[in-house]
């Protein structure tokens, strides 16, 4: 059976650049396709370099690791160690959700024309079922993530918690938010985001009208009484956010948080809060967000 390199090679971007996609969709990352172009390339590159045996190392595990993260960096290119984690593992899941579909069809469609060589199948019938393969794969995807949501109801993902700032006690609703993933860089304290009316009781106003201008180094407008007091509490939190990459709070370390669920109570006493100056819903559901942390 003949293979022509330049097959295998349109192949394997086709499916590399349907698979990143797939992982940038479920990621909701920021898809530029010229990356996802570039990442696919290096992988369909890999696949011909492990076809032809060019290298003794190409199977080696430590070289597939290395190129997975190479891959995923190129496409997306996280910002922290564990966005690039969870980039990997969401690459990797999504790969074996698209292989498992190819797989299936191959024990379907039963080709005669078939060649398995150092990992990669190739044949006269890979470019259909690649397009037949991409649309299980996405359908198993979309099925298997409503269930997800389905299971997951906006009740779920609220929890009350108390917050003692300076003596007082505050309550509210929060919500369990799993992109927060926000530490006080110094200390790596967790966070909780509030807003900042929620804490008028515990913080002058002064403090918490002029956030802004605090980010920006203004003090005029605070007392020194106030300022003296505050300046040693008073900490930043930097935080990536769509639309803001490089955003900064304002934080305060709490007396401590009890977190309140159905089942227990939990108090946590190393926790920070990151003051937001505006609101994080219209309606007023919740007035914090907690991480999973």
Known sequence: MTIYIDVVLIENLIMNFIILLATGIILKEEIKVIRIIIASLLGAVYSIVSYMSILEIYSSMILKIILSVLIVY?????????????????????SFVFGGAAFALI???KPQEILMKNGLFLGTYPLKTIILGSILAFIVLILAF??????????????????QL???????SAMIDTGNLLKEPISNTPVIVVEHTLLYDCIPKEI???????LG???NNIPE????????????????????????????KAD??????????????????GIYNKSLTKRGEYRALIGIE
């Open 166 to 172: 300076n003596g007082q006690k505050i309550q509210t």
């Open 74 to 94: 190129i496409a997306f290119n996280p910002q922290t160690m564990k966005r690039m984690w969870k980039d990997i593992l969401i690459f990797y899941l999504t």
């Open 208 to 214: 918490l009208n002029n956030l802004e201008g605090l």
């Open 256 to 273: 401590f948080v009890i977190i309140k669920d159905k089942e227990k109570e939990e108090k946590r006493e190393n926790i920070i809060l």
């Open 146 to 163: 409503k269930v997800v949501k389905s299971k997951i109801t906006k009740k779920d993902m609220l929890c009350e918690i108390e917050i």
């Open 107 to 109: 024990y379907i469609v």
């Open 217 to 219: 180094g203004e003090f």
């Open 225 to 252: 009484k106030i300022r003296e007091e505050y300046s040693s509490k008073l900490k930043l939190i930097p935080f990536s956010s769509l639309g803001k990459q490089n955003g900064m709070l304002i934080g305060i």
